[in-house]
Each structure stands twice: as C-alpha cells, then as structure tokens.
C-alpha cells in the first residue's frame, strides 16, 4: 500500500495546540492523538479486520480508536495506574510487560507503541519483542519522544536541556510536586541516530519510513542530517515491515 503524506500545517498546528491543553483535557488531546496515529496505520496497511498489539497503551485511547475502525485490537499495559487513569480500560486488556508479551510469534498483524521506547530501559529488547509478534509482512509503528527533543523531558521540559536533577528542582518549586517521571527509573534518554543505527543493522525488518511525527515539512528529510535531528524531529516516527522468514 503506497503511504501519502499526512496532511501539513494544519494537522501540526491542531496536534501542537491540544498538547499545550495535556494537564487540563487529557481526553481531547489522547482522543486527538489516537485518531492521528491510527490514520497513519491505515496509509500503510489495512486497518479493518486487522489483528493489532498495543504496546504500552495506558488509558486505551489508541486501543478504542482502532476498534471504532474495525480492528480486533488488543491492550498490554504493564502499569495498572496508567490503565485506569482516565477510568476503566479497555475490555481485554491485559496487565504485561512490553518485553514479554503474551503473545505467540507472528499473531499480530501490527504492532503498535506510542511514545513508550523513552519510558524503557533496554529500547533493543523491547523493539525485538515487537518483531517477534508481529507476522512477517506485518506493520510495525514506533514513536517516541527523543531525549534532546524539547519536549524530551516532557513535564521538567525544557529545562531538561540544563540538566535533569535541575529541571525536577524547578518543577518542585512551581507546583509543589514531585516531577511524574525521573530520569533513569521511568525515563531514558532514546536518541535518534542510536535508535536509527539500531534499526538498519537488523536482517528482520525494513524500514518502511522514518520521520518527524508531527512537523509538516521536511519531515523525513530531519531525521538524516546528525546532529540537527536530536533536537529537530521533536518525536521520531519508524513506519517498520517484518521482514518475510
């Protein structure tokens, strides 16, 4: 299936507008993101009767969304605070880990993981287990939040830049909290060049596209200029096919 370019400044322009409302409406922004992403699925595979992994998919949105479109979608979450945060799961869901699904090989028609690869500590081993259960042929759909993205340190962002022990410090001051996430327990640094070195060394998938997620332009082109694509991209997108056995 040829994939189209994801319609531009518009769809950019809504997606960074309802991340700046995340704290106050999370429902509309997942509910938004969930929609996004799934329609990126359908440029690139049949999404209707297809049998599909979520990865790591917290609430449910993604799961929901591709249900609404015909899909026999299946949740894995290892957190169950993260399930139940915005109310009951998903029927089905299942409480596991991302680096041990259970799941047969081959079962899953895609596979699919939205900004989870930067909560994990052993990105290799979670890719992997990505692959094992899709089916060869099968789509893979990784995105993720890179370190030096400025968003990368997501609520301390982007006072991560001046380091993270500091960031956690001023978000303490100003809200009187903890930070949700920490540097090292539920937070790595995931980079894009590691991430895109690691992929084309594989003999098990091909790269169907690696871009920017959300810019309108040059979205693909970013992500090959070193350097400039730890900060431009923002959120990496790999579109990935298992490669036949």
Request: aromatic share 10%.
């Amino acid at each position: 299936m040829t994939a189209v370019r994801d319609p531009s400044v518009r769809r950019s322009v809504t997606l960074f507008r309802a991340f700046l409302r995340e704290q106050q409406d999370p429902e509309h922004v997942y509910g938004l993101l969930a929609r996004d992403a799934v329609a990126q699925v359908a440029r690139y595979a049949p999404v209707s009767g297809a049998t599909v992994a979520d990865v790591g998919g917290g609430s449910g949105h993604f799961t929901r969304e591709f249900r609404r479109r015909g899909a026999r979608c299946f949740l894995f979450e290892p957190d169950p605070r993260e399930l139940h945060a915005h109310g009951p799961g998903p029927d089905g869901a299942v409480i596991a880990d991302g680096y041990l699904l259970p799941l047969a090989d081959g079962a899953a028609d895609v596979c699919f993981s939205s900004n989870v690869l930067e909560h994990v500590a052993d990105p290799p081993t979670f890719l992997s287990e990505m692959v094992r259960v899709t089916r060869p042929g099968g789509l893979i759909y990784v995105a993720f939040t890179n370190w030096y993205s400025p968003w990368g340190g997501h609520e301390t962002a982007p006072w991560h830049y001046l380091g993270h022990e500091r960031a956690r410090a001023r978000y303490r001051r100003r809200h009187g909290r903890e930070a949700k996430h920490t540097v090292g327990e539920n937070l790595f640094a995931v980079h894009v060049g590691a991430t895109l070195r690691h992929v084309r060394a594989r003999d098990d998938v091909e790269i169907v596209s690696a871009r920017s997620r959300y810019w309108p332009f040059l979205a693909g082109a970013v992500t090959r200029v070193p350097g400039l694509r730890e900060f431009a991209t923002w959120n990496l997108l790999l579109i990935l096919r298992r490669c036949p056995r």
